[in-house]
């Protein structure tokens, strides 16, 4: 009993090891067909995917899996007349070739989840590969299994498994079911190193040697073993920090040299270069291009660059349905293509690279490009944007619909696109991932996606900071620099635009946001010493004000329990040094939250702030805003509520006017330049975003007041008030409008048409 137990576990290794080998074998034998179809010459490639079939049939037929010798029997007579030059490889034979090899991974993966080959009828594909054995001018049905090869040549059909196959209790038993009596085993030649497949990865016995197969579970154990490990020798680093027993210290360095090192090693072991995920688009542009009539070809440029496995799992299919994407709505047939005056033939590029600590993907094509017009209609037909909407977006904001749920411009339902399912959920996975999306595209030469995406989500490094009695990690990738203010900088370096806090950095104002009062914390802060931490969100910097900046450490990101995930401001946890839990957090929502994604751009168009209204003494603030193309109109800064930038896409209408939902309220839309009569200026209406100036109605709540841009924030002595009056301020001619009084009369109906300048203070 115990040797027939054996037995069997004996056997199910050696299904296993069949089952990786031949799934890794046809991913070769793809890569072979595809190349062949671009040079039918290259011998090497007819013999390495004539042993990939031939491996798959011998060792199938010695575990008795009779449906699947037969199909790969069939497919190796067909590839036994394309070596010996009796048949062209053509199109007819490569699709046929390829089904093939579809056939065998279906058979092996109901092999691999239920012991059998499944019910599939795969008569049809017999019959076929059996059919194209005579060629177009009838050549020979059948080769002879033993005509003698030519020398050097691959093994004959019904020959033994090569060596290198996953060896049976006898090797007499792989050749049992053959049609043909075995020849003698030395008439089998080991693959020579030269017919290694050029574009596969390296198989045979040098890379069985120097490899090994690993359990993905196994690296996962072992990726959170390291983890805790990191987490232990962050704690004995810092208890060891004011330690004066050398040997303790001395042990805790080699602890860290050796921790940081097996670190490294693990992490790489999980690390995989994408070219893993495009090895098989060729297969899908191949395909596609023939069911749709198209020609392209697939170019790629670093495939190398590494990806941790979990980013690796998570982006491919993104990836896919973007080259499926390319090929569909890109490419042009290519008559289309030679009446453009573009080669017949496609191309599609796959790029990959390296650059601030993400890996950035991209994936263009030469195509028609996407009209952007096209799209718009697509978006207003099916209710995405209202078409008053329509009219004030921007070719970016444009192209950016297609990302939007049920969008899809194709003209039908088919089974490669038109159900409005896709591009939504690219967007949606990456992001889940921490990456972005972005879309370019030129009409008539193409378009380009653009994917940025982290390393690994794994351990990351962090910077530490204190708000009040806790402390908390910022992912360093988000980190710009650290400022520290003190003294007479720190209590007079902080200045207010409307009550927000900004600080000016290198002649540029920065939007502060206050970890303690977006976290609702006490403030328990020095008032002589300010951390500023400067942070970058969707590429627009922000600082972020903190009690403490500790020193960074490399953290071990652990996800967030189902009750906080909800919570944007925080991105997950992680365990410090002392063994206390810190809270990551999440930037761009932090960002999101106190509002200065969203406002950075009017406080950084300021070049001069000053503090204090018209009760400073002399001085007043005035806030310069431009109308039209180049005339500019002062505000007391007094009678300003906020600075405010709206995507134009938020313009809605309600009665006879235009308006925003603004904190939980409507707030109405008045145009300056509409009122002052002035041209508006047609690059600021051109622009996917407007400014406004928020201020308080007469009646009550608030009014935006619709600018072409923000200009500057100056101090200007105050003059005597008046009608009608312009006054040079910062060395230019300017309008200064009472902003109160002209809402004032523009909603009690004095106001109306072309208004001169004769609101004034």
Sequence with gaps: MWEEVECVGELDEIVGEFLVESYENLDAFDDDLLALERDPNATDRIASAFRTIHTIKGTCGFLGLGTLESVTHAGENLLTLVRDGDLDLGPDIATALLALSDAVRSMLGSVEATGTEGDADHSALVATLERLQHGAGGAVASAPAGDAPAAGAPPPVDAPPPVDAPPPHGTGGATALSAAPPPAPQAEPVPAAADVPAAGEPRGAAAADSSIRVDVGLLDQLMNLVGELVLARNQILQHTSTSTDAALVGSSQRLNLIATELQEGVMKTRMQPIGNVWGKFPRVVRDLTVALGKQCRVVMEGEDTELDKTIIEAIKDPLTHLVRNAV?????????????????????????????????????????????????????????????????????????????????????????????????????????????????????????????????????????????????????????????????????????????????????????????????????????VVNIVVLQADAQPFGLVVDGVHDTQEIVVKPLGSQLKGIATYAGATILGDGRVSLILDVVGLAQRAHVVAEHRERALTAGLGSGGPDAGELETLLIVGVGADRRVAVPLSSVARLEKFPRSAVERAGQGEVVQYRDEILPLISLSSALGAYPDPSAEAARTFDVVVCAAPGGGSVGVVVDRIVDIVEERRRARGTGQARVVDRRVTDVVDLPALVAALETGVLAGALPVEVGV
């Design 328 to 528: 569909d709505h890109g490419v042009e047939t290519a008559a289309d293509r030679v009446a453009a005056g573009k080669p017949a033939e496609g191309t599609l590029t796959l790029r990959a690279f390296h650059e601030g600590g993400q890996v950035n993907i991209e994936i263009a094509d030469d195509g028609a490009g996407i009209d952007p017009a096209r799209v718009l209609a697509k978006a207003v037909e099916r209710g995405l944007v209202r078409p008053d909407q329509a009219t004030r977006l921007v070719e970016r904001e444009i192209l950016s619909l297609i990302f939007s749920p049920g969008f899809s411009t194709a003209a039908r339902i088919t089974n490669v696109s038109g159900r409005g399912v896709g591009m939504d959920v690219v967007k949606t996975n990456i992001e889940r991932i921490g990456g972005t999306v972005d879309v370019a595209s030129v009409p008539g030469s193409g378009t380009t996606f653009k994917v940025k995406i982290p390393l690994t989500l794994a351990i990351i490094p962090a910077l530490v900071v204190t708000c009040g009695e806790e402390r908390y990690a910022i992912p360093q990738a988000s980190l710009l620099e650290l400022v520290r203010l003190e003294g007479a900088q720190a209590r007079q370096g902080i200045e207010l635009i409307s009550g927000a806090p900004v600080y000016r950095l290198r002649g540029n104002l920065l939007p502060l946001v206050h970890l303690n009062r977006e976290l609702a914390v006490p403030d328990t802060a020095d008032r002589d």
